[in-house]
């Protein structure tokens, strides 16, 4: 296992797939990347994958972008899901293609799914989004019925838009047999002036999910989020913004869609480009010795 300067362990790889996407939502911060260049092919990114397990980075979350955009998405998920050492393979999607991929992302080894949901209202989720509803809650529920576990739901909880749905996606994901992370708008790829105006403090709803709780845990590894038990749903609470606590316990680096090492999401200065090198016939130790130098290079974005 390899630390960083500030003492913290590299234990998960969140692969960007593509910058594609078949939604327009303002707020994406896409993984933190501006202006893709080119797109990893399959053996580029399942080497990619096998060499950071080799380094203990046992965790995998495929990303984008719409991951499932990719034509080559089932033999990605294959690929990296037989690989030694691979402990947890994860995807986070927009939900919206996963009814027909559920079952064949399953059985190719895909174990967890997080779906990007950010309102229950069909109005508001077309016109923010572009997209439809009922394609996100037919792709919740073809995850559950395919035997992912834990389906997540990622909901982006924005001032004005759908901080009141909160209480009702709570039950939706009760009913629905998933668990509900309230997320914080990050500022990230967005304009300053919708940042101000959408950004949805979340310490009054921690305070009210800490009354409802029967039990409060911290996961350390996970930049010690707070989970909170109701009595018939689990709420995760995920608070990056300006967040000391949140970038001391940071464990993941990033693959960028077109091959760059990203040591934070927040920064694009301090990339290590693993791509250029692989095409130009690096070996495999090489590109062991760019890992840790993009591992090096990892700092907390606020330091406090």
Same mark, same amino acid.
């Given at each position: 296992?390899?630390?960083?300067?500030?003492?913290? +362990?590299?234990?998960?790889?969140?692969?960007?797939?593509?910058?594609?996407?078949? &939604?327009?939502? +303002?707020?994406?911060?896409?993984?933190?990347? #501006?202006?893709?260049?080119?797109?990893?092919?399959?053996?580029?990114?399942?080497?990619?994958?096998?060499?950071? &397990? =080799?380094?203990?980075?046992?965790? @995998?979350?495929?990303?984008?972008?719409?991951?499932?955009?990719?034509?080559?998405?089932?033999?990605?998920?294959?690929?990296?899901?037989?690989?030694?050492?691979?402990?947890?393979? =994860?995807?986070?999607?927009?939900?919206?293609?996963?009814?027909?991929? /559920?079952?064949?992302?399953?059985?190719?080894?895909?174990?967890?799914?997080?779906?990007?949901?950010?309102?229950?209202?069909?109005?508001?989720?077309?016109?923010?989004?572009?997209?439809?509803?009922?394609? @996100?809650?037919?792709?919740?529920?073809?995850?559950?019925? /395919?035997?992912?576990?834990?389906?997540?739901?990622?909901?982006?909880?924005?001032?004005?838009?759908?901080?009141?749905?909160? +209480?009702?996606?709570?039950?939706? /994901?009760?009913?629905?047999?998933?668990?509900?992370?309230?997320?914080?708008?990050? +500022?990230?790829?967005?304009?300053?002036?919708?940042?101000?105006?959408?950004?949805?403090?979340?310490?009054?709803?921690?305070?009210?999910?800490?009354?409802?709780?029967?039990?409060?845990?911290?996961?350390?590894?996970?930049?010690?989020?707070? @989970?909170?038990?109701?009595?018939? /749903?689990?709420?995760?609470?995920?608070?990056?913004?300006?967040?000391?606590?949140?970038?001391?316990?940071? #464990?993941?680096?990033?693959?960028?869609?077109?091959?760059?090492?990203?040591?934070?999401?927040?920064?694009?200065?301090?990339?290590?480009?693993? &791509?250029?090198?692989?095409?130009?016939?690096?070996?495999?130790?090489?590109?062991?010795?760019?890992?840790?130098?993009?591992?090096?290079?990892?700092?907390?974005?606020?330091?406090?």
């Amino acid at each position: 296992m390899i630390y960083d300067n500030y003492g913290r +362990p590299t234990l998960n790889l969140r692969i960007s797939l593509t910058q594609r996407c078949n &939604l327009r939502c +303002p707020y994406c911060h896409r993984e933190g990347e #501006t202006s893709p260049s080119t797109e990893m092919s399959l053996e580029e990114i399942l080497r990619i994958a096998r060499i950071s &397990l =080799s380094l203990d980075i046992s965790r @995998v979350k495929l990303t984008g972008g719409e991951p499932l955009l990719r034509s080559d998405i089932l033999q990605i998920v294959k690929g990296i899901a037989e690989l030694q050492g691979l402990r947890d393979l =994860s995807m986070t999607t927009n939900g919206t293609l996963l009814s027909s991929f /559920a079952k064949e992302l399953r059985k190719n080894g895909l174990a967890r799914v997080n779906v990007n949901l950010l309102t229950l209202d069909r109005e508001i989720y077309r016109t923010v989004t572009g997209g439809t509803l009922r394609d @996100v809650i037919d792709g919740v529920r073809a995850a559950v019925d /395919a035997g992912f576990y834990p389906v997540k739901l990622n909901m982006l909880v924005l001032k004005g838009v759908n901080d009141h749905e909160i +209480p009702r996606m709570i039950d939706f /994901a009760e009913r629905s047999g998933t668990i509900l992370q309230l997320i914080e708008l990050e +500022p990230v790829n967005v304009g300053q002036d919708y940042y101000g105006s959408h950004h949805y403090g979340l310490n009054g709803v921690e305070e009210e999910l800490k009354k409802r709780a029967w039990r409060v845990e911290t996961r350390r590894n996970m930049q010690n989020r707070r @989970v909170y038990f109701l009595p018939r /749903a689990k709420v995760e609470v995920i608070r990056p913004i300006e967040n000391t606590e949140f970038c001391a316990h940071c #464990t993941r680096l990033r693959v960028t869609s077109d091959g760059k090492l990203k040591p934070c999401l927040m920064r694009n200065d301090n990339l290590v480009d693993v &791509l250029t090198p692989m095409r130009n016939g690096a070996d495999d130790e090489a590109l062991i010795q760019l890992f840790v130098e993009a591992i090096k290079r990892r700092e907390p974005y606020y330091k406090g």
